[in-house]
């Protein structure tokens, strides 16, 4: 039986990077977190501890504080492509870079103060290889909630079913959404559409069952994205359980609830153009 070294990446993860420009008593701010992996021809230090090709991480760490100085950073896509194309094109032995970037939200409290938001994190997963270039956007921890227009019933039910069906409930999650463009874009302008598609969409469904939501949210980017071919999501069931107040004498018409944070329900799925086309990068 033979022993092979099978597919590998390495590369600095998490750099966290603040750009300020100061351009005039007005600043603007950016707040990144980001992860480089890197692919190639890297067989010789796994097998022999021969470093000639290997690009160390701390120099990827450096250039990404150096790209955020000489080139600014507007847009995370922009910046990761930016990345990607310098690590493959300047690296012989590196045949493929992937950059995936956190961006997160600071709230304007006047021309050089700022307070960080509550919001969800925008994200950016860039790769580029010699087959092409992909971008993902996406957003985590986007918290939404429904109080009404939610039913659960109808379903499977064995020896160890106890939970109640509902005509009435809670629709509560925290929204993990990526998305796959067809080709560059306006990044800012496409995440603000992309965003506000996937809260209309949970807003105005009435909702049979998470996955119903998952799947009206996922159609509703694509029918107003044009730019947008696959969307993948993933909806923890934030539960809020109605709490039983009759010991205290009170009745409890869906009022008062308790927020359970685990376990939970997740659902996870792919909403995608029929024609979308093939794509060979990390997601």
């Given at each position: 039986?033979?022993?092979?070294?099978?597919?590998?990446?390495?590369?600095?993860?998490?750099?966290?990077?603040?750009?300020?420009?100061?351009?005039?008593?007005?600043?603007?701010?950016?707040?990144?977190?980001?992860?480089?992996?890197?692919?190639?021809?890297?067989?010789?230090?796994?097998?022999?501890?021969?470093?000639?090709?290997?690009?160390?991480?701390?120099?990827?760490?450096?250039?990404v504080y150096a790209f955020a100085k000489e080139h600014g950073i507007d847009q995370?896509?922009?910046?990761?492509?930016?990345?990607?194309?310098?690590?493959?094109?300047?690296?012989?032995?590196?045949?493929?870079?992937?950059?995936?970037?956190?961006?997160?939200?600071?709230?304007?409290?006047?021309?050089?103060?700022?307070?960080?938001?509550?919001?969800?994190?925008?994200?950016?997963?860039?790769?580029?290889?010699?087959?092409?270039?992909?971008?993902?956007?996406?957003?985590?921890?986007?918290?939404?909630?429904?109080?009404?227009?939610?039913?659960?019933?109808?379903?499977?039910?064995?020896?160890?079913?106890?939970?109640?069906?509902?005509?009435?409930?809670?629709?509560?999650?925290?929204?993990?959404?990526?998305?796959?463009?067809?080709?560059?874009?306006?990044?800012?302008?496409?995440?603000?559409?992309?965003?506000?598609?996937?809260?209309?969409?949970?807003?105005?469904?009435?909702?049979?069952?998470?996955?119903?939501?998952?799947?009206?949210?996922g159609r509703r980017v694509l029918e107003e994205r044009p730019e947008v071919v696959?969307?993948?999501?993933?909806?923890?069931?934030?539960?809020?359980?109605?709490?039983?107040?009759?010991?205290?004498?009170?009745?409890?018409?869906?009022?008062?609830?308790?927020?359970?944070?685990?376990?939970?329900?997740?659902?996870?799925?792919?909403?995608?153009?029929?024609?979308?086309?093939?794509?060979?990068?990390?997601?």
């Amino acid at each position: 039986m033979g022993i092979v070294l099978g597919p590998n990446r390495y590369g600095k993860a998490e750099t966290r990077v603040v750009r300020v420009v100061r351009d005039g008593e007005r600043h603007e701010l950016r707040d990144l977190n980001v992860s480089v992996a890197l692919e190639g021809d890297l067989d010789a230090t796994h097998l022999f501890g021969d470093n000639t090709g290997v690009l160390p991480t701390d120099t990827q760490k450096n250039t990404v504080y150096a790209f955020a100085k000489e080139h600014g950073i507007d847009q995370p896509e922009d910046f990761g492509l930016r990345l990607t194309r310098h690590f493959v094109s300047t690296q012989p032995t590196i045949h493929s870079a992937r950059v995936h970037i956190e961006q997160y939200g600071w709230h304007r409290l006047g021309p050089h103060s700022f307070q960080r938001d509550g919001a969800e994190t925008r994200t950016a997963t860039v790769t580029v290889d010699g087959a092409g270039e992909w971008v993902v956007a996406g957003l985590t921890d986007l918290v939404l909630l429904n109080s009404t227009d939610s039913e659960f019933w109808g379903y499977v039910k064995d020896g160890y079913t106890t939970l109640p069906e509902t005509k009435d409930r809670v629709l509560a999650t925290a929204v993990s959404a990526r998305w796959r463009f067809a080709s560059t874009t306006d990044w800012a302008a496409s995440y603000e559409g992309v965003r506000a598609a996937l809260v209309a969409a949970f807003v105005e469904t009435y909702s049979f069952s998470l996955q119903q939501t998952l799947y009206a949210m996922g159609r509703r980017v694509l029918e107003e994205r044009p730019e947008v071919v696959e969307v993948r999501l993933a909806l923890p069931n934030k539960h809020h359980l109605l709490v039983d107040l009759a010991p205290f004498g009170l009745d409890n018409p869906n009022e008062v609830f308790v927020a359970a944070d685990r376990p939970y329900g997740l659902i996870e799925g792919t909403v995608l153009r029929s024609d979308a086309p093939s794509y060979d990068g990390a997601f």
